[in-house]
């Protein structure tokens, strides 16, 4: 596939992986932001295959893993409604709310339909209009242009069957939250390249500045992630803090004018409490007063209620990279893919799942490769 | 359709209109007409009665029986239809169990009101497979349910064929050093069906691979080829068959997840979507375990027939580790393979 | 997170926001995508599509650009190991 496959490329991989092992003189510990990042970096078994020269931890960039319970709460309420239909991303079925998943509402009557754009609800409601239409929206600042576009289509529609139940949450506040945090082991950040596309990464220097950390903006294949690793560990055997774009194929620094001025029209920037990290300040987008009447917490008259408390399910201290997930005491035992005690078990981007799911906790006896 | 005159008694015997009546399923002479208008004239092998049992020819060997049921939805797809599904599914259960399909029975459960139309079709589409696969619809059963009961149609078949002696699927013969195979290209089934039935707004050209592996099984045999183990991997994909043969045979296996043929439009919806091909049904691939010095002869023999000619080598068979399934993608170190859980959603994230 | 694959513009639909639409081909497959964030794009070019939405143009020239970097650059570090013989 043109422009994937490249980023593919085994011959070149290797290369980077020598590269990469020539250029550290120590063991380094680098953050990487973005949960499909995660999914890449086991997919590919980089993680292991550099274990000796960094240390990966995977951040919180899981849109999935932190919305808050409540909100699920909330979808799974409305999906129960007679007359309504509930829309959302396939990631979001198995999620568990505060005692269930949507998939599991679903058993008991839960309207549903999966859908792969927020635009496809616009449609839906159009084509139902005797159905009150929700779209169940999670997602960093890369979808959130999305929704955005959604909810400005049902204005210019007057669409009066169509909301959205928001979960949007922003990748900045986040980093800032864990480079401050005391017991920071992070060296580096790997920045979340869909979201720089949109972002753009200026406001990164004044993070990299005040934390003293190298930032590099990183993209999601192979070769992305193997270059994103290798730009920041040269950056710290230099002593730099700089940032730098190591996915410039699709980020510019300033990221994308159009969708942000999207963004403003449509979203205001609000505190947010984020499952597993509790409140964080200026780390969502609320609808704008003049797009309000889509809300649709406002509209149905459902209870914002602030989050939960966790118990058992330490996903707080996994994405901000204090234990690992393999440290929790619930993982593989009572915390399965199967049998989720928090979203990080449950998205395949997860952190947990990914664990569970790709990494080698003994080492594989295989042949060497040919 | 119907020759009869024009006009209906009242009290219908639940034929004759163009929707199913739940009158149709409960014997007598709705259930009679019924058989008379839409079976017979399609399966001459059924026996008039429908109802009891059929007796077979005498065979030389040893025979192999299955059985399967269907609840796809939608119940047309790309490439096919729960017809001709039922009649493939079943056949293809029998093909990689060394067995050249001979009959099949049919039980349709038929939900109240379902189009009359549309069940001629399908009627169709299954009379069409099954001579095309080489079987004879021999025994059969029609039940009518409530509306709601089913959704639409449930087909269920069981199906008898003959065992080729010398040639059986045995996993636990499965050793290190044997190599596994793949019939042909990966994930096209589960693709076509889902971009059909979800709203996901796709158009693709693809097409199911619904079809039927007897060929695929029988050029190995005429090639003398001592297969070890043959499966079609229809839900959960590879991974699923994979995970299956490393319990049955205590060993482990690896593959190469570039080795395995794809079509361009799997691809492009598959990275759409976020869902790994090794994980999506199939309806027409089977994966095969061969000792490594029959490689070459068996790859020549699936190229010559039209249902695995892209057959390709994807992996083997190593010594028991602690990673049942592993597979190597771009850098060479393998990185173990999930075992199928549930559905395989699409994900944006 | 964020899913985006490149795709290119096969044609333009409509052009007035926030309902730009064309039609996006991914191998073969076709989708209508809304071009709102990248009203910019022609007929032909890549875009980088997430949840039906292309958040970005594609730029191949910067693509190819780094992968010839790579390959010329980044050469195996004095390891004892042979480089590799393709470039």
Redesign the interface.
């Known amino acids: ?4 496959d ?14 990469i ?3 550290a003189t120590r063991r380094w510990t680098l953050m990487e932001v ?3 990042q995660t999914h890449g970096l ?5 993680d ?2 550099l274990r000796d020269v960094v240390e990966l931890l995977h951040g919180p ?4 893993c932190v919305t808050p319970a409540t909100v699920i709460d909330h979808a799974i309420e409305l999906a129960l409604r007679p007359g309504f239909l509930l829309t959302t ?3 979001m ?2 999620v568990p709310g505060s005692d269930r998943s949507l998939m599991q509402a679903q058993a008991e009557g839960a309207n549903l ?8 609800a616009v ?2 409601a159009q084509e139902l209009p005797s159905t009150q239409v929700v779209f169940f929206a ?3 600042e ?2 959130a ?2 929704t955005a ?1 959604a909810v ?2 049902a204005q ?1 529609l007057d669409l009066p069957n169509f909301s959205v139940l928001t979960a949007h949450v922003r990748v900045e506040p986040a980093m800032e939250a864990i480079a401050q945090a005391e017991d920071c082991r992070v060296n580096g950040f790997l920045a ?1 390249g ?2 720089c ?2 972002t753009g990464y200026d406001q990164y220097y004044r993070l990299a500045q005040r934390y003293r950390m190298p930032i590099v903006v990183t993209g999601f294949e ?2 992305d992630l193997l ?1 994103g690793i ?1 730009r920041c560990l040269q950056l710290l055997e230099q002593g730099s803090t700089e940032v730098v774009n190591a996915y ?5 620094p300033a990221g ?1 004018v ?2 942000k001025e ?1 963004l403003q029209q449509v979203f205001v920037i609000a505190d947010q409490p984020w499952r597993g990290l509790g409140e964080v300040p200026l780390g969502g987008l609320i609808l704008a007063p003049k797009f309000r009447r889509f809300d649709a917490v406002d509209r149905f008259g459902l209870e914002r209620t602030s989050i939960a408390v966790e118990d058992e399910c330490q996903s707080g201290a996994v994405m901000s990279g204090r234990i690992r997930p393999t440290q929790c005491p619930h993982f593989g035992s009572r915390c399965t ?2 049998s989720p005690l928090g979203a990080p078990m449950v ?3 997860g952190a947990c799942s990914a664990y569970y ?2 990494s ?10 040919s | 359709m119907n020759p009869g005159p024009t006009w209906h008694c009242p009290t219908n015997t639940g034929v004759g209109s163009d929707r199913v009546s739940l009158l149709l399923g409960e014997g007598g002479r709705g259930s009679r007409d019924f058989l008379r208008q839409q079976i017979t004239g399609r399966f001459p092998k059924v026996h008039a009665a429908f109802a009891d049992a059929v007796h077979l020819p005498n065979v030389p060997g040893r025979l192999a029986f299955t059985t399967d049921s269907f609840v796809v939805s939608p119940l047309f797809f790309p490439g096919g239809d729960i017809g001709k599904l039922a009649v493939i599914g079943t056949a293809n259960d029998l093909a990689v169990s060394g067995a050249k399909p001979r009959w099949l029975s049919l039980s349709l459960i038929i939900e109240e009101g379902f189009s009359i139309k549309v069940l001629e079709q399908i009627l169709d589409s299954i009379a069409a497979t099954a001579e095309l696969v080489g079987m004879q619809v021999v025994t059969g059963d029609t039940k009518v349910v409530p509306a709601g009961c089913v959704d639409g149609l449930f087909i269920n078949t069981s199906g008898i064929g003959e065992c080729v002696p010398g040639f059986v699927s045995n996993t636990s013969t499965l050793a290190p050093g044997d190599v596994l195979l793949v019939s042909g290209p990966v994930a096209q089934h589960g693709l076509a069906v889902l971009a059909t039935r979800e709203r996901f707004e796709m158009h693709s050209p693809l097409v199911s691979d619904c079809g039927s592996l007897w060929p695929a099984v029988q050029t190995l045999i005429e090639a003398q080829i001592p297969f070890k183990a043959l499966r079609d991997a229809t839900r959960g994909g590879v991974a699923a068959v994979l995970h299956e043969w490393a319990a049955d045979c205590g060993h482990s296996l690896c593959v190469d997840q570039n080795q395995f043929p794809l079509t361009d439009e799997v691809r492009g919806l598959s990275e759409l979507l976020g869902m790994d091909p090794l994980f999506i049904a199939n309806e027409g691939t089977m994966l095969v375990a061969v000792p490594e010095i029959y490689v070459e002869p068996a790859l020549t023999a699936l190229r010559a027939v039209r249902i695995s000619q892209d057959a390709a080598r994807v992996g083997r068979v190593e010594p028991k580790s602690i990673v049942p399934v592993s597979v190597r993608r771009t850098l060479s170190r393998p990185v173990p393979l999930d075992e199928p859980m549930g559905a395989l959603l699409p994900r944006i994230c | 997170m964020c899913l985006a694959i490149p795709g290119h513009v096969v044609r333009w639909l409509r052009r007035d926001p926030p309902f730009c639409e064309a039609e996006v081909d991914f191998l073969g497959v076709r989708r209508v995508c809304n071009l709102s964030c990248v009203p910019e794009a022609q007929v032909a070019d890549y875009v980088i599509v997430h949840a039906g939405v292309a958040i970005s143009l594609m730029d191949a020239a910067v693509a190819h650009q780094l992968l010839e970097e790579l390959r010329s650059i980044e050469n195996p570090v004095n390891r004892g190991e042979p480089g590799d013989p393709h470039e």
């Not at chain 1, 339909?113 to 496809?120: E, R």
């Not at chain 1, 410039?248 to 510019?252: G, I, N, P, Q």
């Open positions: 596939m043109k422009l994937i490249e980023f593919r490329d085994p011959a070149l991989a290797r290369q980077l992986v020598e590269s092992r020539g250029a973005c949960g499909g086991l997919r590919h078994g980089i292991e295959e960039g899981c849109p999935v991303f396939g990631d079925l198995r339909q999966m859908v792969y754009s927020p635009l496809d449609k839906l999670v997602g960093f890369t979808t242009p999305a576009i400005s289509q210019a979340a869909h979201v596309t949109i192979p070769i270059v290798l410039t194929r699709s980020v510019r994308n159009a969708a999207i893919p199967q998205s395949t981007e799911r790709y080698n906790l003994v080492p594989l006896n295989t042949s060497p490769a």
